[in-house]
């Protein structure tokens, strides 16, 4: 069974708190992405990775980093944390396609952050 | 820019009755995602389709590639069908391919 596992399911941070997400899958996916999901806002893409030590940025960088240092782990580093980064957390992979489509996303569990 | 709308928001319904969601796209895609979320977060993917229509289950969905349209169905719903269901895009822009996101359907099945 395919498996997307995102470290912590709730976590409460102050504000100016570095803040760690991290992602494991087991599919030996090359595509892992980052999203925060907000009420009425949908799903907002932060960044996401084609590669080992690969990244690009997505819709929403702003305040976020990341880190692919290995193929299975895929990791959302909030430098600085601030209440606007309040959100639901949400972790995909999947396989690529031909010519960098994405395939069917995976999606971990969810990470819900309180930034206080 | 591609725009990806749903209808409705949300939807209340009887168990058993047949439900449709709707997502409209404005610009030509190359494949479109249904996905679920049920509360508590977790989101699974249902369907990847670029024509015609796929059935899984109780579960149908439909894409009309011309009117730029796409539906999904549940028959006999339940309870547990309640659930947010979202639509997403996959189109070529800017030398590569990206997904938009719907803003999704909230779904209660009432027993």
């Known amino acids: 069974d395919v498996k997307v596992t995102q470290s912590s399911r709730y976590l409460v941070k102050r504000t100016g708190e570095k803040v760690f997400l991290e992602c494991v899958q087991d599919m030996d996916h090359e595509n892992m992405f980052w999203y925060r999901q907000d009420p009425g806002l949908g799903l907002r893409l932060i960044y996401f990775s084609y590669d080992v030590k690969m990244k690009e940025k997505g819709d929403i960088p702003e305040g976020y980093s990341v880190s692919r240092e290995k193929k299975e782990r895929f990791s959302l580093i909030l430098e600085s944390a601030s209440t606007n980064q309040t959100s639901m957390y949400l972790c995909?992979?999947?396989?690529?396609?031909?010519?960098?489509?994405?395939?069917?996303?995976?999606f971990g569990e969810g990470s819900r952050l309180t930034v206080l | 820019k591609n725009e990806v709308e749903q209808s409705p928001q949300n939807l209340t319904a009887q168990e058993g009755e047949f439900i449709t969601i709707n997502c409209s796209y404005s610009?030509?895609?190359?494949?479109l995602h249904w996905l679920q979320q049920h509360p508590g977060g977790g989101i699974v993917s249902l369907f990847m389709l670029s024509s015609g229509k796929k059935k899984h289950g109780r579960l149908i969905a439909t894409i009309n590639i011309q009117e730029k349209h796409s539906s999904l169905h549940i028959t006999a719903s339940h309870p547990r069908d309640s659930a947010v269901y979202i639509c997403?895009?996959?189109?070529?822009?800017?030398?590569?391919?990206?997904?938009?996101w719907g803003a999704g359907t909230k779904l209660i099945i009432k027993p």
């Open positions: 997403a895009v996959r189109w070529y822009m800017d030398s590569n391919y990206q997904l938009i």
């Open positions: 610009v030509g895609i190359s494949a």
């Open positions: 995909a992979s999947s396989l690529p396609s031909a010519r960098g489509e994405t395939g069917e996303l995976f």
